[in-house]
Nanobody
Framework: VQLQASGGGLVQAGGSLRLSCAAS????????MAWLRQGPGKECEFVAN????????YYADSVKGRFTISRDKGEQTVFLQIDSLKPEDTAVYYC???????????WGQGTLVTVSS
């Protein structure tokens, strides 16, 4: 499978964005799809995960209540809805796929989100 992320941009604090990750190739129901991010000068950090088949979601504590991960199985696309954006959300956001949470073996190219204060 290959992943193509899009939807990033420049937004003011308090605003919203929806990121998309389109997958080419078959995604097996057992796969986990995720969003991770890397801010300037920071390590890459986990944001959210969704099990492709069951739709079960899991979030980093830092984004709970503001970020929502979802998927459209027919379009083979994973979304990340980001609300109440904060300057500290500024980062390159990557989508990734793997066998389980934390075990991501396929990565998209990343999409930049910049939040101005």
């Amino acid at each position: 499978v290959q992943l193509q992320a899009s939807g990033g941009g420049l937004v003011q604090a308090g605003g919203s964005l929806r990121l998309s990750c389109a997958a080419s190739g078959r995604i097996f129901s057992s796969r986990s799809m995720a969003w991770l991010r890397q801010g300037p000068g920071k390590e890459c950090e986990f944001v959210a995960n969704i099990r492709w088949g069951a739709g079960t979601t899991y979030y980093a504590d830092s984004v709970k209540g503001r970020f929502t991960i979802s998927r459209d199985k027919g379009e083979q696309t994973v979304f990340l809805q980001i609300d109440s954006l904060k300057p500290e959300d500024t980062a390159v956001y990557y989508c990734a796929a793997g066998a389980s949470i934390g075990d991501y073996t396929v990565w998209g190219q990343g999409t930049l989100v910049t939040v101005s204060s």
